[in-house]
């Protein structure tokens, strides 16, 4: 899952996210290099917004980014850790989805302690 996290700059990520909304509205199943590229995007925000190292956000098979200040790990999983689905991430880091939300609604897994992103979100 290890992989280059980079931003996009605000026009490439335009047209990502536009044609991630039009396969979405069309039916169809956003393509998997827009959707790597929005994922990698969208973590990278989140690291450099709240950098850390005591949560691991992981959106496989996409990327991991670890984050937000607090209990310092030094060997394998941070304390807390948060798993979601690709285009979940995409919609809680635009602002369409909260991250209570998707928690009640099983879509994101959260455990331990600083695991609630709902300080960080959305990214937009």
């Not at 285009?87 to 994101?108: E, N």
């Amino acid at each position: 899952m290890a992989g280059k996290l980079r931003q996009l700059a605000a026009p490439e990520l335009s047209e990502v996210l536009n044609r991630i909304d039009e396969a979405v509205r069309s039916g169809g199943q956003a393509d998997g290099p827009d959707v790597r590229a929005a994922v990698k995007h969208f973590l990278a925000v989140l690291a450099a917004r709240a950098p850390g190292k005591s949560v691991e956000v992981r959106v496989p098979p996409y990327a991991a980014v670890q984050c937000v200040e607090g209990t310092r790990h030094t060997r394998g999983t941070p304390p807390a850790v948060v798993e979601v689905d690709a285009m979940t991430w995409i919609a809680l880091a635009r602002g369409q989805l909260t991250f209570a939300d998707a928690v009640g609604h099983g879509a994101v897994h959260a455990s331990g302690e600083r695991s609630n992103l709902s300080d960080h979100l959305p990214l937009v």
